[in-house]
């Protein structure tokens, strides 16, 4: 592999998983609200994994050239953002450090239950799995950092660059996580406020993703018409 193209990679891609998104919401809400934090970051990198075995296999490139399939795959991720955004709103007022997890009822003093803490990973790998913007990310941006003339092949260059990737969001997300938690865990006003604004981006990133797919379907019939 191309060093260079490496480096520029990782600039990349450091780049855009410090931006905040959706990502950040959940590793946030995750930390005020979750004894650990890990299932909900370990199910993000879980999300942008699946994305780099389609990529590997050459099934995102496919499915990135059928705009019908992409348009309901983008619909399914709104309604799950919107879903998801409507249950953290649903509790911002108990967030806390020992405050319930994601979903309905209260965890128990200390770590979360095995079935409430794969339900978070699940959750998390639905945000960036689902995601189809995620999965344009993987064939607009991994292939312009792959060498044809390199010694490894290029389905194993793309392999390698998704790989590092889902490492670089672990360890950022993982620090967003922490730091949420360290700055407004003594807070409890603060934390809520962080939680509900959370929930807000979850629903206005669902709702702006939805619109992308009703407006020109609606154009659409209304031309035809």
Known sequence: MNPQLFLA???????LACTPGVDWAYSIAA????RSFAPAVAGLCGGYALHTALLVLGLAALLAGMPGVLGWLTAAGALYLLWLGFSTLRSWRGASFNGPGFGTGT???????????????LQGMGISGINPKGLLFFVALVPQFVSPDAALPVPVQSGLLGLTFVLLVGV???????LARKLLQARPGAARQVTLASG???????????????????????NRG
């Open 9 to 15: 990679f990782l600039v990349v891609a450091v780049a």
């Open 31 to 34: 930390g005020l609200r979750q």
């Open 107 to 121: 965890a128990a003093p200390g770590a979360a239950a095995p079935a409430s803490q794969f339900r978070i990973f």
């Open 172 to 178: 950022i997300y993982s620090c967003v996580a922490l």
């Open 200 to 222: 807000i981006i979850m629903l206005i990133l669902g709702a702006v993703l939805l619109a992308e797919q009703i407006v020109p379907a609606v154009s659409a019939a209304m």
